[in-house]
């Protein structure tokens, strides 16, 4: 398994400021993901962190307004740049954790807490 | 692109009974996995059951089981004996083989009455 700590767990920011959020995992994943969850809505992907190389963003996402950095296999942030009340989710970090070999290889993906963001 | 349908935005069921939440997906892809993921009000995200799509048996856990019908891209959870705590947004998700990604449905709301 992995235990995912996400900070902040919450934050209430004016429009026009960034927000980092950090994502620390207890062993070295290889790749690590951070999706938004708009209000009563489902999870959406924004990016993959790859360590080493850029983060690959989803189809209406940029990097200008979501900043990734993973500068080693078991740390990632994301931020969130000149918000503004759209920009109001919940932002979670997530690793893919592949366990066993061939026919009893398990996947499962580990969530962090959620950083709810509400920007004013 | 994969795609994972979820047509019941809410559900409801009285406590010990049973519950079945529908899902369906579309792919392309051969290497693929499948997973009904439970979101309670703390946010926190967690695994109910997982099906490896390469596997035939359909996956079970405790009270947790699922109808996996590959052909027609349908992936359901039934609950059986409902409790008061499976009270939550339950989410039915898509992972690929070869990415790690996961695609979520849009989510069912369950309310399990005393």
């Known amino acids: 398994s992995a235990v995912i700590s996400q900070k902040p767990s919450r934050d209430i920011c004016q429009r026009g400021t960034s927000l980092t959020i950090q994502c620390q995992v207890d062993?070295?994943?290889?790749?690590m993901f951070w999706y938004r969850q708009q209000p009563g809505q489902s999870l959406t992907l924004i990016a993959t962190?790859?360590?080493?190389?850029?983060?690959?963003?989803e189809s209406g996402f940029v990097i200008d307004k979501f900043p990734i950095s993973r500068p080693n296999l078991t740390f990632s942030t994301l931020t969130v740049s000149n918000m503004s009340p759209e920009d109001s989710s919940i932002y979670l970090c997530?690793?893919?954790?592949?366990?066993?070999?061939?026919?009893?290889?398990?996947?499962?993906?580990?969530f962090g807490q959620g950083t709810r963001l509400t920007v004013v | 692109a994969q795609t994972v349908t979820q047509s019941q935005p809410e559900m409801s069921v009285q406590e010990a009974e049973t519950v079945t939440l529908s899902c369906t997906y579309d792919?392309?892809?051969?290497?693929?996995?499948l997973f009904w993921y439970k979101q309670p009000p703390s946010r926190q995200m967690i695994l109910v059951i997982r099906q490896e799509a390469y596997k035939q048996q359909n996956a079970t856990e405790n009270r947790f089981s699922v109808n996996f019908q590959k052909a027609a891209k349908s992936f359901s959870l039934k609950i059986s004996d409902s409790q008061l705590g499976d009270t939550a947004m339950y989410f039915c998700a898509f992972g690929s083989g070869n990415t790690g990604k996961l695609i979520f449905g849009q989510g069912t709301t369950l309310q399990v009455k005393p």
């Open positions: 997530s690793v893919d954790h592949f366990a066993g070999q061939g026919d009893s290889m398990n996947t499962e993906a580990f």
């Open positions: 062993s070295q994943v290889t790749m």
């Open positions: 962190a790859n360590q080493g190389s850029e983060a690959t963003y």
């Open positions: 792919t392309s892809e051969s290497n693929y996995y």
